[in-house]
């Protein structure tokens, strides 16, 4: 059975940083696009980043481009979110996500999901 659990997250002051790490087992990574979304009290999970499933090709959200990167290690069947000047408005929890085939922004196209991962950020 397909699984991903993320970690990384934690409490961090604002202009700092984190790595997030999103683990697969049970599937074959190299066939899946895995994407981050993030979602914070009282609002919608919202799209992150996404990466395809040889690495080669990504996509970052507009309000984060520039702070985050995505990567991936397909040996470790891993997915990495790089987050660098974090601001108050990227406290939330963060999920990753595995789509079979090519990645997207859309929640409803990812099957597997992470119990996620907890960020919170102080002034």
Known sequence: QAQLVESGGGFVQAGGSLRLSCAASGLIFGNYAVAWFRQAPGKEREFVAAISRSGVNNMIEESVQGRFTISRDNAKNTVYLRMNTL???????????????????????????GQGTQVSVSS
């Open 87 to 113: 601001t108050l408005e990227d406290a939330a929890a963060y999920y990753c996500a595995a789509r079979f085939d090519g990645w997207s922004r859309y929640r409803d196209d990812y099957l597997y999901w």
